[in-house]
């Protein structure tokens, strides 16, 4: 089947803020593994509670692969959690 | 005038059924824009023979269908993405969709995670004054703002929920259908039996027998046929009413069970094995009891060697009702013990029945003291739901979470807040 890796990977993320907007802050721009990534658009963006904390969850993609980032604001650290570049068979 | 001469009902249509599109398979298409225009699968595990649940409308255009074994579809459509089902994604998406239905009128019924109802009847002379039509057109607008653009959802208007049902389920992806009954006639020529909700093969079956070949015939049967011939006495007479675009269906669905299946991870478990993952059933089973505000005194504990085959199963009905982990296990423990060798069964399950409201039990003489139980269920659900499911969990249990993983039942959303 088609190739989708979870992780758990540090990323350093410039965001936007701006309200009024759909999303109040996004991710813009962010480097994990040495990569850097720009964001082409937020396909959705939401909150979760995980082991207490509250999470924003960034569906994003750069146009070639598909991320999600997830901010962590209890400590205010950004993780890449999943890529996924299974495309070019079609 | 008698029943038979009933004519259709000229009310207002102030009932809206909204129906989200393929919703896990669209939800998916849209925060991962590069599965857009893409044949998308969606199923509970990534696995060559799990069951899809959703599909998008670009694999569905190419034959795949919801309950498809993946490799089957894959098959059809080579180039299908398969995704796992994402419960917290949904779960924000539902909440949207509830919250912007929420703000045309109180009376707002969720039918499953994509679809639920409208009912206008209390609020159009006041609040919603603009007719139904403009409201749908501007529900899609909203939905396409708050979510996401490439979010669809197909919406029906009609006097009684059944015809908007009916209608909600024309005109996909993305439609807005009126049926009332200016146009009854007219929109049921373009039906057949089986695309009304509640007329599945067996229905169709007996519809048949009696010469009601289409929608329209259907319409045109007098009530007595369908109440003595085809349904049998207030089913038949419902029918009646409910084609001709009166309500019959407001009243809401009494839950009738609660209970959990498992397919077994692997083949040749020890029957400790498989009565460890009865305990977790038990555990989840109670969890919804609870969160629900249930007891029960009934429980079934059941084995098959596969899916849909009727395989091996028990039932007892205690005397006092129950709603603990320990109380369900102990007996499912005790029924169990005639079940098959472990080595015959595939697939295991537990289910309460007998379900009465939650409230303070009439303590047991030799039982632990008054409410002792229940506050630490009541303790152990409030830190399991801020910490997360499992946060505390039977020890017997331990680890089973991680195989065991609660995943999106076929439409369902009673648990969604336990997932």
């Given amino acids: 089947m088609q190739d989708e890796i979870e992780m758990n990977e540090p990323a350093e993320v410039i965001a936007a803020f701006r309200r009024g907007k759909k999303y109040n802050c996004w991710p ?35 146009g070639q692969a598909d991320y999600r980032l997830e901010l962590n604001t209890a400590r205010l650290v950004w993780y890449v959690t999943r890529e996924a570049d299974h495309y070019e068979a079609t | 005038m008698k029943p038979r001469d009933l004519p259709l009902n000229t009310d207002l249509s102030l009932i809206m059924h909204i129906d989200l599109n393929s919703c896990f398979a669209t939800t998916e298409q849209q925060a991962r824009p590069l599965l857009r225009d893409r044949p998308v699968a969606v199923v509970n595990r990534r696995t060559f023979h799990t069951a899809i649940i959703t599909a998008s409308y670009e694999a569905k255009a190419r034959g795949v269908k919801m309950g498809m074994k993946v490799n089957e579809a894959l ?22 969709l509830l919250g912007i239905m929420r703000s ?3 009376n707002v019924v969720m039918k499953s995670i994509d679809e639920g109802v409208i009912d206008f009847s209390d609020t159009h002379r006041t609040i919603n004054t603009s007719n139904l039509w403009a409201i749908g057109i501007e529900i899609k607008q909203r939905l396409k703002g708050e979510v996401g653009n490439y979010m669809k959802c197909n919406i029906g208007i009609a006097p009684n929920r059944f015809l908007a049902k009916t209608a909600a389920g024309m005109n996909k992806p993305d439609g807005l259908t009126q049926i009332d009954h200016n146009n009854l006639y007219d929109q049921f020529t373009k039906l057949k039996l089986t695309d009304l909700t509640g007329i599945a093969r067996r229905n169709e079956a007996k519809l048949h027998a009696v010469g009601i070949k289409t929608p329209l015939d259907f319409l045109n049967t007098d009530e007595m046929t369908l109440s003595r011939l ?100 102990e007996k499912v423990k005790t029924l169990f013990a005639s079940a098959p060798a472990a080595a015959e069964i595939r697939i295991i399950g537990v289910t309460c029945y007998h379900l009465s409201d939650l409230n303070k039990r009439q303590p047991h003489l030799w039982d632990i003291p008054v409410g002792l139980n229940e506050s630490l269920n009541s303790t152990i659900d409030a830190i399991n739901y801020k910490y997360g499911s499992h946060s505390i969990q039977v020890a017997d249990t331990l680890g089973l979470e991680k195989i065991m993983k609660q995943k999106i039942p076929f439409g369902s959303t009673r648990y969604f807040e336990l997932i």
């Fill in chain 1, 28 to 62: 813009v721009r962010f480097v994990f593994k040495n990569r850097e990534v720009e964001v082409k658009e937020v396909g959705l963006a939401y909150p979760i509670r995980k082991n207490g904390a509250l999470h924003h969850i960034f569906d994003i993609t750069d």
């Fill in chain 2, 75 to 96: 098959k059809l459509v080579p180039e299908l993405i398969v995704v796992e089902t994402d419960p917290q994604k949904y779960h924000f998406v539902y909440k949207k």
């Fill in chain 2, 104 to 106: 045309y009128s109180p």
């Fill in chain 2, 230 to 329: 085809v349904f049998k006495g207030k089913p038949g007479r419902d029918w009646y009413r409910r084609l001709r675009g009166y309500e019959v269906d407001a009243a809401p669905t009494k839950m009738g069970i609660v209970g959990r299946q498992y397919v077994l991870e692997s083949k040749g478990l020890s029957r400790e094995e498989v009565l460890r993952r009865l305990h977790f059933l038990c555990q989840s089973t109670a969890e919804k009891l609870r969160f629900k505000n249930k007891q029960a005194r009934g429980v079934v504990v059941f084995a098959s060697p596969r899916r849909f085959s009727k395989g091996w199963g028990v039932r007892y009905l205690a005397k006092e009702p129950f709603c603990s982990t320990e109380e369900i296990y």
